[in-house]
């Protein structure tokens, strides 16, 4: 066999390689992580035991956040979570619930149930389930998802898991600050 051949055979096998790569998930999704802890929780620091992380992937078209809500060694039962509206070091309302065992807020989907800890909780967050904070300037559905979407990526949101023990929260992570495969504490 000549180079020439050899060559063109080593190339049209490469090229064909290339052609057929499947797209991976993460590349049709931003992609934010947090690890929530105690000692992020505000207005007072909490020393907790528990801890968790939160994985959000939101997708190209900004029409959902598929999540993974994983906490363990809370100091009492979970009440619910929640991604907030808030800075670092400062509390904001509740616009979208990650999971609840009190009664469901009105007028968006059930959230699923907070499994007693350890637990993993999934789910995919769409318009439907903004809760509009008007003080806040949160708007409700998909003018209310589109600024969430922009309060995650500036780092002005966090995910919260209250207890029973701690209504407030236990354990906070903060959301954001960089576009994809973000992670942040």
Do not use: W
Not at 37 to 54: A, D, K, Q, R
Not at 146 to 168: D, F, G, K, Q
């Amino acid at each position: 066999m000549s180079r020439s051949m050899r060559l063109t055979g080593v190339l049209a096998a490469a090229l064909s390689a290339m052609v057929v790569m499947p797209v991976t998930a993460d590349e049709d999704a931003d992609t934010v992580r947090t690890r929530l802890s105690g000692y992020n929780e505000t207005p007072l620091t909490i020393n907790s035991t528990g801890s968790g992380e939160f994985e959000a992937r939101i997708r190209n078209d900004e029409t959902t956040i598929e999540y993974t809500l994983t906490y363990r060694d809370t100091s009492s039962t979970v009440l619910q979570s929640h991604i907030h509206f808030g800075r670092p070091a400062i509390s904001g309302g509740v616009v979208l619930f990650l999971c609840t065992n009190l009664t469901p807020p009105t007028g968006v989907p059930k959230p699923p149930a907070c499994p007693a800890a350890p637990a993993t909780v999934t789910g995919t967050l769409t318009a439907a389930d903004v809760i509009a904070v008007p003080g806040q300037g949160i708007d409700p559905g998909a003018a209310g998802f589109a600024e969430m979407l922009m309060a995650i990526r500036a780092s002005a949101a966090y995910v919260n898991v209250h207890t029973t023990s701690h209504p407030s929260g236990e354990i906070r992570g903060r959301l954001g600050g960089h576009r994809r495969h973000a992670h942040s504490n």
